[in-house]
């Protein structure tokens, strides 16, 4: 019947696909099981597509065929055979689909799989390599496959996992996928009925599409997201995340959503245990699918979802969608708008819970997804509102890991106090040392700790919240209350005045201005930004231009209780030219201070001069 013929073509594999067929077959495994998920929830794949097809009307090959998945298991033969009757495959599409890796995503998995043991290859699935993982069971991979488009021939593709493979024309095929495994003599186990539907029924009880092993069905078929909450076990909701994330752990977090109003949708998302993105495996793919009553509209739908919730997996299904809307049209319907907005807002809604009622759930959350709401509060400004309710910082009234929200804030500020004040800086100990914290500290303020530079562009375009300023705390123009200083006594208005211009003139341009600190304690000297320009801003536009000269406009104060400041004004009047060492040391110290880079080369030069004056 499948009668092999003319054109036979052999195929070297893309380099990529080589490499990760030479850690497929050559490792040694401990979960090579999950191979056969991988084979099925292909097939489930092809399925849906072919069902999308025929909702949609158009003219499919074999149309009488059953939507079903048949596994066949032959012991004395050492076979399995896993059979869809879905969408098929063109001769081109098989080649492009099995011999190619086109995703940048799954480029960078491999990449970490290639670098010792880093990525797990149970991960291979979520990753879009899982077909690979049939080369860690058998030594020869065939599939037969004639797409759902009338007049298109079937073919076969032949691999054993080395760097080729082929493909012949196949007469007398039906529509859909035929995968054949020549299992190796160590995975013999894989030939037993037995043995594949207690593996289908761990991995595969969710596939939408009855799965036959041996003649037997042993899935019952279910779509969980349209039953009742009540309906539907802790145990089912994991596995069907296993299965439509192609996960191998439990979800992180879960909502369910039934809604009638404003629209008709029923949504079950689920946030994945750990985000891969943040060890730089390349950004991740939206994971939610469309549906129409149950039937699969669009899979992995970048329209549902606004880009900054990617990490997201599940199903959205809203019986409003026009099952006839084609995938391109999605883009631009304002009825997908609609239901984005709304089921946007509930997952922040739910995750604005999650973390009242559940913090340290909330937490895990924050470390690992906190790039997302990061990404959401600086871009979607129709959910910014609601984004910035969700970021957690550091604050110099909290313990080193514990989160404080902007409300946390705003609940216990001074009475008379108008504004938010944040400070960025690489860590915990470089802020509180640093000359900025003063102030605060003196005058009882709480400063947010903000570690990212997102955090710093975030708040300062935000301007406000619950009608408090947010501020920077190295602002030149703070209008912090006016504290009665102790200490020191300063030197005099007529010394400072005369001081403040006398350092001006030494520094020329690379000041915009020199006047006494009310906000210094410990520290000599201090550098301020202009108002809207955060340290970090400023930092980033250094790195950016490659420019350690430009540190950008800068106001200097002065702390006149200081001893060097003070021990600096009786030097100006003996020994000038070494004052004005000093002068210019101090203000290299100050931007030192404020996180910015300098080129030190000069700087190492003065101080060189420095020692030598007070070693002699
Ligand atoms: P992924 O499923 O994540 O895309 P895979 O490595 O599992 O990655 O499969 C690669 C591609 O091969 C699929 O995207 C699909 O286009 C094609 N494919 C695999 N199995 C089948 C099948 N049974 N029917 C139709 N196409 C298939
Ligand atoms: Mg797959």
Known sequence: MENTNTRHETKE????????????????????????????????????????????????????????????????????????????????????????????????????????????????????????????????????????????????????????????????????????LQLKDDAAEFAKGDAVKRIIKQYSSFVPFSILVDGEKINTVQAIWTKNKNE?????????????????????????????????????????????????????????????????????????LPEWMRFLRGVVDSEELPLSISRENMQDSALVSKLRKVITGRVLKFLNETAKKEPEKYKQFWDKFSMFIKEGAASDFTHQKDLVKLLRFESSRAEPDELVSLQDYLDRMQEN??????????????????????AFKNRDLEVLYTKEAV?????????????????????QDLDLPVEESEGETPLSEEEVNSLCEWVKETLGEKVTEVRQSKRLVDSPAVVLNPSGVTGSIQRMMQVMHKDENNTGPKTLEINARHEIIKNLNELRQKDEQFAKIATEQIFDNALVAAGLILEPRYMVDRIYKIMDRALQ
Not at 148 to 161: D, K, N
Not at 263 to 289: D, H, K, T, W, Y
Request: charged letters at 25%.
């Open 13 to 180: 594999f893309q380099a990529e696909v080589k490499q990760l067929l030479d850690i497929v077959v050559n490792s040694i495994y401990t979960d090579r099981e999950i191979f056969l998920r991988e084979l099925v929830s292909n097939a489930a794949d092809a399925l849906e597509k072919l069902r999308y097809q025929q909702v949609a009307e158009k003219e499919v090959q074999d149309s009488e065929l059953p939507l079903e998945i048949s596994i066949d298991t032959n012991e004395s033969e050492s076979t399995l055979t896993i059979t869809d009757s879905g969408i098929g495959m063109t001769r081109e599409e098989v080649v492009e689909n099995l011999g190619t890796i086109a995703h940048s995503g799954s480029k960078a998995f491999l990449q970490h799989l290639m670098e010792e043991n880093k990525a797990d290859v149970n991960l291979i699935g979520q990753f879009g390599l899982g077909f690979y993982a049939s080369f860690m069971v058998a030594d020869k991979v065939s599939v037969y496959t004639r797409s759902y488009q009338p007049e298109a021939p079937g073919c076969v593709w032949t691999s054993e996992g080395a760097g080729s493979f082929t493909v012949d024309e196949v007469e007398g095929l039906q529509r859909g996928t035929k995968v054949v």
């Open 232 to 304: 539907v076990s802790e145990e089912e909701y994991t596995e069907f995340y296993k299965y439509i994330a192609n996960a191998h752990d439990e979800p992180l977090l879960k909502l369910h959503l039934t809604l009638d109003a404003p629209l008709s949708i029923q949504a079950l998302l689920f946030v994945p245990q750990e985000n891969f993105e943040r060890f730089g495996f390349g950004r991740m793919e939206p994971g939610v699918n469309v549906y129409c009553r149950k039937v699969l509209i669009q899979e992995k739908s970048p329209d549902i």
């Open 417 to 438: 106090q108008d504004t938010i004040y944040f400070i960025n800086g690489p860590n915990r100990e470089a802020i509180e040392s640093g000359p900025y914290m003063e």
């Open 455 to 475: 955090d710093d562009y975030i708040l300062n375009n935000l301007g406000e919240y619950e009608g408090k300023k947010l501020v920077s705390a190295d602002q």
